[in-house]
């Protein structure tokens, strides 16, 4: 197979494997488990939707599977550690079943000594795939299908994107869109540019033509992905304000929410699209990873919090009631308690209804990687559980601005805070539990909220708005 191939998508494959599928007399069964970010379960649903169309069905169990694929993450040391875990344990399946397939893909095995330790270390691997390689999959498995053949596919990328993949989503009611691949922030803790290759947008028309299309088919929640969808559009001449505006020109009751806007690229543009639309989510996810400058500069962040601050006190002014999120790093080399309480001070001001808390991991190849670190796992992890009380306290108080009013909320299923009782997410994207029924999946519904909690906020149904 040559390697040195980029993202395209074997239909010949495809056909060639659903042949050899049909001709079993039963349908061959796929397990497919993606780690990670909303970007490696979307190419999940990607991959599914090619096995799909080889003629596999699905399973949630390894144990009755004929294919089993991880798709997976390379963020930080406890991502890689669960994958080789459950590599692992797939030993004894592969011992009992000659003929069963293990393919092992995505962003850790897109690290070279990541792919040749799976190589030397879990024989049990038929197929390891990079992430610019997943149209190659079809051949793949024909290879060891047909000739028995184990297949290393981990090339660089250009920075191609292949359209028309058939996809396998996960609901009917939400949709994850990606918008662009890759990253050229270069964050100096962050592995994503070494593994997803450099930062491409697909065309303006093929997301608003698959966008318009799943409303059509009625789709109530997008989510448009990208690790940083700021930067959006480029080489296209079409920034991502421009597209917002496009998406939401289209007719239908939905509702469009991205990910992830990075603050050095958030414009003050953005927040009024945001604010003058009628599908945007009123939800700004802005990372900001940590509350001290000099850890920011270290970080490669390209913004200070005097700058984090006027983004956040323009959101505040011009979104209603306007929900903040954002990621935080504990423990970053040469972060000092000082730089930590920075952190505190700005997530106390800024009033997040969430927060994405993580210690950090030290990954091989990016720069903080040899940076003194001295502080220890044991304080680190004090930090960070400073940090979980403080943000709780930040995102009760933050939710209790919902309190006593009414608001429109999409629901998607089953709620967790009493017996019986439905969830959903409102314009804000804040998780609410009231009460109703399973038919109520997929509609729009009313709420009167009642009470806020730190992860959600409870209410009473008072209307069916469709
Ligand atoms: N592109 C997005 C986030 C991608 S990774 C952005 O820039 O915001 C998601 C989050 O994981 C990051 O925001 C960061 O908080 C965290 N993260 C990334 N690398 C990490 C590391 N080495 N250790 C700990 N957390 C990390
Ligand atoms: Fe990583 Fe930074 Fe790129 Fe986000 S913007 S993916 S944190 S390098
Ligand atoms: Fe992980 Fe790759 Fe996403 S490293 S966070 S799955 S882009």
Redesign the pocket.
Known sequence: MNNNSTNYFSREYIEKVRQINERLGKIPLAHVHSFG?QQNVSDGEKIKGMLAEMGYGFTPNTSDADLILFNTCA??ENAENRVFGNIGALKKLKAENKGLIIAVGGCMVQQEHIARKIRKTYPQVDIIFGTHVMGEIPHMIYDKLCENRKTLMIPDSEGVITEGFPVLRESDIKASVPIMYG?N?F?T????PYVRGRERSRRPQDVIDEVRGLVENGCKEILLLG??VNSYGKEHDFGFSKLLCELDKIEGRFKISF????PKDCTFELIDTIADSRHISYHL?L?V?SGSDRILKAMNRHYDTAHYFELIDYAKKRIPSVALTT???VGFPGETYEDFRCTLELMKKVEYDSA?T??????EG?A?ASMPDPVSDEEKGKWFRELLEVQQAVSEKAYSRFVGKEIEVLCDGIGRTADGCMTGHSRHGVIVDFNGGRELIGKFVTVRVQKAMPWAVVGELVGISD
Not at 189 to 192: E, H, K, Q, S
Not at 259 to 262: G, K
Not at 358 to 363: H, V
């Open positions: 970010c963020v930080r990253c922030n964050c803790y962050c592995i994503v690790q940083n990910m992830t806007s990075h996810h990372p990873q990621d935080i790093i994405y993580f210690i950090y991991s030290k990954r990016t903080a």
